[in-house]
């Protein structure tokens, strides 16, 4: 079937797409350059990636059963059958010869309904239209956009039994409130009828109709990288060339690698870092608030205990290890060691979990404790 695809209401090019969701073929270019994903501006295979990656991946949460009960067989025909939107930017496809608008689609002025995997009872009740955003999600947990309140709020699970990463997810908000960052996503707890887990989390969204989020990976893969620059530096300069203050996002990068050490974050990938970009102007205006923390303290696997292996902790991020990341770091004042979260707050949070086992809340607690012993060691100038 032809559809067109489209940033808001500006017509990017054509696009054949199969019953299967996937993009078969590219009709000409005809928007304005700068409006094309900036991953892949005006380069058929490159869309046709970004397509087949914007689509809600396979082994997120119950997604078999969603796209069982929403009559799909793959993740893209979901995409398809909710045209491509998203609550983190401005993409979609328009059937060919419909009258669909913009204003009558986009996710942030119309209603929705939720996941129909993941709901909790907060959800209004409100008039819905056919479409949702829940298709275009991405990562491993099983997540839901919801309308609470008027507001678009986004529903977090686990990836197991355990509560982990929603109360993860809490300490980090604990750790940047105490901290007096501003520039963070709050997470509350929330009860999760019908799952394993006791607990979930929710957020408010952070874009708008006038501020839209493109990723670090979008951003770094739009140049080619200098061989003389690091992955992370090549970042710096690209944000810089679209307006961003340097030294404002050189803090924030900074500030967001001391907390990921002393909360062991190991999943801070290019797509759990990102810009604000404006919806008209397509400056870039600040860093994204720090979001998606809940891959700390081991999530999943046996949590490390002795300090060579402390210091030695793998990560995905603009570098693989968590030592070479502290070693971009500027300014190791950017974090108030003495107002973290005390260890007594990692215990209350995780004896929350009724599924957790007292051992490994133990061993937990005596990881944030020597970890928060290293980092005053790194502030003080000391190798670690």
């Known amino acids: 079937m032809l559809y067109t695809l489209m940033r808001k209401n500006d017509p990017l090019c054509m696009v054949d797409i199969s019953e299967s969701g996937e993009i078969n073929k590219t009709g000409n270019f005809v928007g304005d350059s700068a409006l094309f994903p900036l991953q892949h501006r005006q380069d058929a295979r490159g869309l046709v990636k970004w397509w087949n990656n914007r689509a809600v991946p396979i082994s997120q949460g119950r997604i078999k059963e969603m796209l069982e009960k929403a009559g799909c067989i793959t993740s893209q025909e979901l995409l398809v059958k909710n045209l491509g939107l998203s609550l983190t930017d401005y993409y979609w ?11 009558k689609v986009n996710l942030y002025d119309n209603d929705f309904c939720g996941s129909l995997s993941l709901v909790y009872d907060g959800t209004d009740s409100n008039p819905i239209n056919e479409y949702n955003p829940c298709s275009s999600l991405q990562g ?3 997540k839901s956009w919801i309308i609470q309140n008027g507001e678009r709020m986004l529903v977090k699970g686990n990836r197991n039994e355990l509560s982990s990463e929603s109360i993860n997810e809490v300490i980090a908000t604990k750790l940047h409130e105490k901290q007096g960052f501003n520039n963070y996503t709050p997470y509350q707890l929330i009860k999760i009828t019908g799952r394993e887990y006791d607990f979930g989390c929710i957020s408010k969204a952070f874009t708008s109709l006038n501020k839209e989020l493109v990723s670090a990976y979008d951003i770094i893969t739009s140049e080619k990288q200098p061989n003389s620059l690091s992955t992370y530096e090549h970042f710096i300069a690209i944000c810089g060339k679209h307006g961003i203050d340097v030294d404002l996002l050189r803090q924030h990068l900074e500030y967001q690698i001391m907390t990921d050490f002393i909360l062991s974050n190991t999943d801070r990938h ?3 870092v990102a810009i604000l970009r404006d919806a008209e102007s397509l400056d870039f205006l600040q860093m994204a608030p720090i979001y998606d ?3 700390s303290f081991f999530v999943g696997s046996a949590v490390k205990s002795l ?3 402390l210091l030695d902790v793998k990560v995905s991020s603009f570098a693989s290890k968590e030592l070479k990341l502290l070693s971009y770091v500027q300014d190791r004042s950017l974090v108030d060691i003495d107002k973290l979260p005390p260890a007594s707050f990692i215990q209350e949070m995780y004896r929350k979990d009724s599924k957790i086992e007292p051992e490994r809340i133990r061993r937990i607690v005596e990881c944030y404790e020597r970890k928060v ?3 005053a060691q790194f502030q003080q100038g000391r190798k670690i």
């Not at 496809?93 to 204003?103: A, G």
């Open 93 to 103: 496809i328009n059937p060919i010869d419909s009258d669909l608008t913009w204003e």
């Open 140 to 142: 491993q947990l099983e």
């Open 270 to 272: 290019l797509s759990n």
């Open 293 to 295: 923390s809940g891959k």
């Open 307 to 309: 300090e060579k292996d």
């Open 373 to 375: 012993d290293l980092f």
